[in-house]
């Protein structure tokens, strides 16, 4: 059975930066795709950051050059560093190990359970 943990969140203030990470047990990590979700209330699940297999990354528009994910295999451990944090975003983010090796694989049934990221003066 597939589990993700996910650790970091917290509240920052505006302009801050936060690391959150998210750490696999069972089945195999290095040859899979990871992803990084978010969820602010009232909003559907959007796309974050994904990592392919090989280290390859994709980005969501909104956050291309303030947050950078990255891939530690031998710790089973996808991250997610988050640079000039903005209020808008404020969100649950969410970790998914994907069902392929490539970053335009679908997204799995496996999901953490979430952080909170508040950001906010």
């Known amino acids: 059975q597939v589990q993700l943990v996910e650790s970091g969140g917290g509240l920052v203030q505006p302009g801050g930066s936060l690391r959150l990470s998210c750490t696999a047990s069972g089945g195999i990590f290095s040859i899979y795709a990871m992803g990084w979700y978010r969820q602010a209330p009232g909003k559907q699940r959007e796309l974050v950051a994904a990592i392919a297999s090989g280290g390859s990354t994709n980005y969501a528009d909104s956050v291309q050059e303030r947050f950078s994910i990255s891939r530690d295999d031998a710790k089973n451990t996808v991250y997610l560093q988050m640079n000039s944090l903005k209020p808008e975003d404020t969100a649950v983010y969410y970790c998914?190990?994907?069902?392929?090796?490539?970053?335009?694989?679908?997204?799995?049934?496996?999901w953490g359970q979430g952080t909170q990221v508040t950001v906010s003066s």
């Open positions: 998914n190990r994907y069902s392929g090796t490539t970053y335009y694989s679908s997204p799995s049934r496996y």
